[in-house]
């Protein structure tokens, strides 16, 4: 990370982070979140993440928000996303493992496709029975 960038996050820091204090009990840059010194202010490292950071103070300037998640999805490389991983299921008719995609999936792709025409065929049956009692 180039020094100006590193330097308008941290007199953003200065500015505007609510945990972040110049000099506490002779720690200077002191972060209360972490009790030491705040990560944007170590020296001989790299930017690091801070979420209260990312969520509350950085969302202030745009420009440099942009910048940051750049830098940031640059460390991260194409493995990792912003997004959770899946959870994995077992099915219930198979029990096969596979990835949900929400959290109330009960069964694999070509289990659901049974399931679904099961419970279609068991609801026109009861459509039907019920019409039935009605006419006679």
Excluded at 4 to 33: P, V, W
């Amino acid at each position: 990370m180039d020094k100006k960038f590193k330097k308008e996050i941290t007199s953003l820091i200065k500015r505007e982070c609510a945990n972040y204090d110049s000099q506490f009990c002779g720690i200077n840059h002191y972060c209360c979140m972490v009790d030491t010194t705040c990560i944007f202010f170590r020296e001989n490292q790299e930017v690091g993440r801070c979420k209260y950071f990312e969520k509350g103070v950085l969302p202030l300037e745009d420009d440099l928000e942009s910048g940051y998640r750049i830098y940031h999805s640059k460390d991260q490389g194409s493995t990792t996303s912003s997004k959770p991983a899946k959870p994995r299921i077992k099915c219930e008719r198979c029990g096969t493992y596979v990835k949900a995609n929400s959290n109330r999936q009960r069964y694999c792709d070509s289990c659901k496709k049974h399931s679904d025409k099961e419970k279609a065929r068991l609801r026109k049956q009861k459509s039907r029975s019920e019409t039935q009692n009605v006419t006679i």
